[in-house]
């Protein structure tokens, strides 16, 4: 059972560039999220979705877009790099909404440098 | 709007002493309550959590916490700290709404000093 997994792990990219962040799951989780993580500031919510084909914004959105075509699967785009987006990013993901443990599991997290 | 308050950005303990980090949070209910801890370069881990029942909670690693609903608290505790528990900590509020979401604290530097 692997959890959450991201990928990549670590990348560098230069201003105006595009990429996408990865992020699957196979615990069958409905919820699913996107935090950044800065210094000082906590872990803030990019993005999350509470089901395939549902997505809605979190604290911090702007210059990120998500998808969620299957329940496994919930990438994170940045569409045009900034050097403000220089962050640790981590996918996250529960079984929300059920009955049971509603807790966040967490990926190892992918630390992405602009320049 | 929800909010989650960690007010000590770092401590420092001696290895043996006994430990505290407080966590407020705001919300109209009581929310689902949370404790991850962080070590260097890697994920959150959950420590523990509080949904219902019993205010005090036991976690993993010896760690327990206590939710006190009139003072809007939730902190974490261990009587004795051990050097490897140097990490970073967070609390967290998970809030059942439409959104159902997830609010984090700032976090709360642990260094475990021999």
């Known amino acids: 059972n692997a959890g959450v997994t991201q990928t990549p792990k670590f990348q560098v990219l230069k201003t105006g560039q595009s990429m996408t962040l990865q992020c699957a799951q196979d615990?069958?989780?409905?919820?699913m999220s996107w935090y950044r993580q800065d210094p000082g500031m906590g872990l803030r919510l990019i993005h999350y979705s509470v089901g395939a084909g549902i997505t809605d914004q979190g604290e911090v959105p702007n210059g990120y877009n998500v998808s969620r075509s299957t329940t496994e699967d919930f990438p994170l785009r940045l569409l045009s790099a900034a050097p403000s987006q220089t962050s640790v990013y981590f996918c996250a993901s529960s079984n929300w909404g059920r009955s049971g443990a509603n807790v966040l599991t967490f990926g190892a997290g992918s630390r992405l440098t602009v320049l | 709007a929800q909010s989650v308050t960690q007010p000590d950005i770092h401590i420092t303990v001696s290895e043996g002493a006994s430990l505290e980090l407080r966590c407020n949070y705001s919300?109209?209910?009581?929310?689902?309550l949370f404790w991850y801890v962080q070590s260097p370069g890697q994920g959150l881990q959950l420590l523990l959590k509080y949904f219902s029942g019993d205010t005090l909670v036991q976690g993993i690693k010896g760690f327990e916490a206590e939710f006190k609903r009139s003072q809007s608290s939730f902190n974490l505790r261990k009587p004795s700290v051990h050097w490897s528990d140097a990490a970073e900590y967070f609390c967290?509020?998970?809030?059942?709404?439409?959104?159902?979401?997830?609010?984090f604290g700032t976090g709360t530097s642990l260094t475990v000093i021999p």
């Open positions: 919300y109209g209910a009581t929310p689902y």
């Open positions: 615990m069958n989780h409905e919820y």
């Open positions: 967290a509020v998970g809030v059942k709404n439409t959104g159902n979401q997830f609010y």
